[in-house]
């Protein structure tokens, strides 16, 4: 069982910066792929973000590339997700998750355990 809590979220403007942390809780937090999602009112939860369980491989949304950034801190437990140069579509809520499956995980079905989310919202 692992648990879950984002935080960091907030209101910012155009071209700021955030970092999102989650907090697991567990021993096993280092065995599971961890990756950041999103969803904003209307549309479906998208894949923002993944890290492997040894930071050894990053992946990333084509809308975020570049500008997001992954890691995580398996001493701490905590993954982050860095986020600059902020756009109003980016504006959504952002949940952390955990996946025990193999292979790339970037589809929501594919992770076990989720976070209550966190609201980012991006002004212009």
């Known amino acids: 069982q692992v648990q879950l809590v984002e935080s960091g979220g907030g209101l910012v403007q155009v071209g700021d910066s955030l970092r999102l942390s989650c907090a697991a809780s567990g021993r096993t937090f280092s065995s599971y792929f961890m990756g950041w999602f999103r969803q904003a009112p209307g549309n479906e939860r998208e894949f923002v973000a993944a890290v492997s369980w040894n930071s050894g491989s990053t992946y990333y949304a084509d809308s975020v590339k570049g500008r997001f950034t992954i890691s995580r801190d398996n001493a701490k437990n905590t993954v982050y997700l860095q986020m600059n140069s902020l756009k109003p579509e980016d504006t959504a809520v952002y949940y952390c998750?955990?996946?025990?499956?193999?292979?790339?995980?970037?589809?929501?079905?594919?992770?076990?355990?989720w976070g209550q989310g966190t609201q980012v919202t991006v002004s212009s």
């Open positions: 998750a955990a996946g025990s499956s193999r292979g790339v995980l970037t589809l929501p079905y594919q992770y076990n355990y």
